[in-house]
């Protein structure tokens, strides 16, 4: 370790911080726009209807029972390249990985809106609320409080995850580490550099959670 | 008698278990109506039937002169002339005890806040828990909740209240408190179902009592004849080991 070269990571600092923002902003793009939809697969997937409810199913099987790497590979290759008519990874990684957490998510709706007892849905039912009435005033407002640790968690392991997307050279922090690593023929300089900033990443993120959920 | 409720034929089975059957009967307006029975007899799930927390298989349940069942009928319309209150009192935990009672008045029939606020406030009163408006439910006590929650179906302007062992989860000493707010609400007219295990409310204030044993009424007498002279055996024997 007497050699570790500080040049290296002096040099390529400003794309690791380029990087970093890059991956901030894939996983924040992914978990919101991914969160969204999930919000609809776990309601679909919550639904009686069985039309409703089995291509919901479908989905999260998929996206939680397949590869991420396959996704993105599939994205990228095989979905966006075919809709934009080139290549973009940057759009490919925030739409695989919004893809995939829309099914973890979905499941976070699930539980969370079914661990809330029934004797609120009941209540609320037999004030004459209708079932809309219900999950926006009753069920959804004590059902998020519980999730968001679980939303949380998901961010993080998004944030790590979306490392993988460097594999098809979205400019991130991972693909910079790479880069850096084959330009200097160096391991030690680039990676620890990254995973130190990755660790910055999660365990303010962790930070961020626990002290939102004291002060809930 | 001029019914407000009546069952026709009623019955209801959850799977295999059958848990209603034929039930038939009506209540009249202003009638207080006290349903008891032993453990698993059906008296939640005929009284659930009645606001359609449950739906039934078979039969019919018409409340002013409107069948439930009729595919035509709003269940929200229903529910909305229907309160109820629960064992475990069901308030809204992350809404103050103002809003618990103030939010269907204002969704369901679109009141405006102030009228909302004004009735929520007369009830509490009424309740005797004006200085909790703004208290959340988890600071109440069991008989303070329970009272809250019976303010919060009044705040709907029922035409019939629901009553399922409102009383059994309280510590003793908090039961009259809670008896004595429906005694009220019995004085002034209000037409009332109630399942519980307080016999002498049932006695005090039921116009007629409904034993019922295995999904069937197996007698519907006023509390002097049922309580001194039950012409059921199955009757005699409940009655003899609650009293
Ligand atoms: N949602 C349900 N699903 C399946 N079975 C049910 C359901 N609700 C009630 N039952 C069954 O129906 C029967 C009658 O239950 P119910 O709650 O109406 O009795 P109860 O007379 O109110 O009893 P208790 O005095 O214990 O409250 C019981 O055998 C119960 O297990
Ligand atoms: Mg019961």
Known sequence: ?216 | MDPIIQVKDLSKSFGSNVVLSDINMEIGRNEVVVVIGPSGSGKSTFLRCLNLLETPQAGDITIEGRSLMDKGTKIEEVRAEVGMVFQQFNLFPHLKVIDNIMLSPMKVKKWTAEAARKKAMELLGKVGLADKANAYPTSLSGGQAQRVAIARALAMEPKIMLFDEPTSALDPEMIGEVLGVMKDLAREGMTMVVVTHEMGFAREVGNRIVFMEQGRILEISPPSELFDQPKHERTKAFLSKVL
């Open chain 1, 1 to 216: 370790m007497a050699d570790f070269r500080f040049d290296i990571i002096g040099e390529y600092f400003p794309l690791f911080m380029r990087g970093t923002l890059y991956t901030i902003g894939i996983s924040l793009s992914g978990i919101i726009l991914g969160s969204i939809l999930g919000l609809a697969i776990g309601f679909g997937n919550l639904s009686k209807k069985w039309y409703l409810r089995l291509p919901m199913q479908g989905y999260i099987h998929f996206f939680r029972g397949t590869p991420l790497l396959l996704q993105i590979f599939i994205v990228h290759y095989g979905v966006v390249s075919n809709i934009l008519g080139r290549t973009d990874a940057v759009v490919a990684a925030i739409v695989a990985l919004a893809l995939n957490a829309a099914a973890y998510t979905a499941e976070i709706y699930r539980a969370g809106i079914q661990s809330i007892d029934r004797g609120q849905s009941e209540a609320a039912k037999s004030l004459g609320m209708s079932h809309w009435q219900m999950m926006r005033y009753i069920i959804l407002p004590q059902a998020i409080k519980r999730m968001i640790p679980a939303f949380g968690n998901e961010f993080i392991v998004l944030i790590k995850d979306s490392s993988l997307v460097a594999v098809i050279a979205a400019p991130e922090l991972m693909y910079w580490a790479k880069g850096a690593s084959s330009q200097y023929a160096r391991v030690w300089e680039p990676y620890l550099t990254a995973a130190l900033i990755y660790l910055t990443l999660t365990y303010s993120l962790n930070k961020l959670l626990i002290y939102l959920e004291r002060k809930m």
